[in-house]
């Protein structure tokens, strides 16, 4: 529930909250919806009224987090001679019609609170939605001040720009490949690849079991999701060298482990190693904040883990 406060100017305190020509008494956002325009601005509309937020893309991370506060002073409130003001804020060139006859600006507190979104077929991570609350802001005009607390702005979702979708699947044979003369196993899907590189020790000729700690950076098992502006190939993944796709996103896993269970196929003469994911945390190498854990996801097996598939040995 919102809180407006009206303030005039000093030498009119004692009249109260004259309305006159005011038209910020009928602020009410909080049923329309959020649009985005570019990169860092938000507007709701409201009939002839619009909220701005322009707000810094540093403040949505893709990753959960509780409500946390942040400083604005990049928030407006117009009202426009009539409707259909929303089409023209983005616009290259703006219309002359309608024309603001009414401008606020403010400036206070908001707060955004995080939480990751599941694609409701897959169960696969699709993204993230950011709760916005103004909780103070003060919006000034000439001497007047209206102040908003704990009103709700609205949520936007930003998106992955990839799935992780690289679990074994029985029907699709979906193995880890491995590049040739390399110790790196890898899946892609679409314009992602999931990049095991693995230490001599990994994968012992002997049945048992293998767990790698991914929080220690003194081994050679590295556990990288790369995102392409394009379908990866072998060039990308194996020989480093492709010029296209290029590469724009490096996620590494921060923490986690990888367990391997390997067993005997007596048919083949091979050795079956089982790999699978269990509480592993990705983190974007140019930006620690942004995270992610695949025990998110619907399909996780707690009991199991993820399952990357099997890698053979002779």
């Keep these: ?19 006159g020509d005011m038209t910020f008494k009928t602020f009410d956002f909080e049923d329309a919806n959020v649009e985005v325009c570019g990169d860092n601005t938000l507007y709701k509309v409201n009939g002839t009224e619009v909220l701005i937020l ?31 003001a929303g089409n023209t804020l983005c ?95 890898y899946k892609t899907d679409a314009n992602a690849a999931l990049l095991f590189e693995f230490g001599a020790a990994a994968f012992p000729n002997s049945t048992g079991e293998i767990i790698i700690d991914l929080s220690n950076d003194t081994d050679d098992n590295t556990l990288q999701l790369n995102v392409y502006n394009g379908s990866p190939g072998l060039a990308n993944i194996c020989d480093n060298y492709a010029l296209t796709p290029q590469l724009i996103e490096k996620w590494t896993a921060t923490e986690g482990t990888i367990k391997i269970n390997t067993t005997y196929n007596t048919d083949t003469g091979y050795y079956d190693h089982s790999i699978y994911f269990d509480d592993v945390k990705f983190t974007n190498a140019a930006n620690e904040d942004e995270s992610f854990f695949i025990s998110d996801l619907d399909d996780f097996d707690e009991t199991t883990g993820y399952n990357f598939g099997i890698y053979n040995t002779q």
Aim: net charge negative.
């Design 1 to 19: 529930m919102k809180k407006i406060f009206c303030l005039l100017a000093a030498f009119a305190l004692f009249t109260g909250c004259d309305d």
């Design 54 to 84: 322009n707000l810094n893309p540093s403040y949505l991370q893709n990753a959960e987090s509780e409500p946390e506060q942040f400083s604005t002073d990049a928030i407006t409130y117009r009202n426009y001679s009539g409707t259909g």
């Design 91 to 185: 616009s290259e060139v703006p219309s002359a019609n309608p024309t603001v006859i009414d401008e606020w600006n403010g400036e206070g507190t908001i707060s955004i609170e995080t939480n990751a979104v599941l694609d409701v077929e897959t169960g696969l991570l699709a993204g993230y939605d950011h709760k916005i609350i103004l909780v103070d802001v003060s919006f000034n005009k000439g001497d007047e001040v209206i102040r908003i607390l704990d009103s709700d702005f609205g949520t936007i979702r930003t998106t992955l720009g990839f799935t992780f979708n690289f679990e074994f699947d029985e029907e699709d044979g979906n193995q880890p490949e491995t590049c040739d003369d390399s110790n790196i196993l």
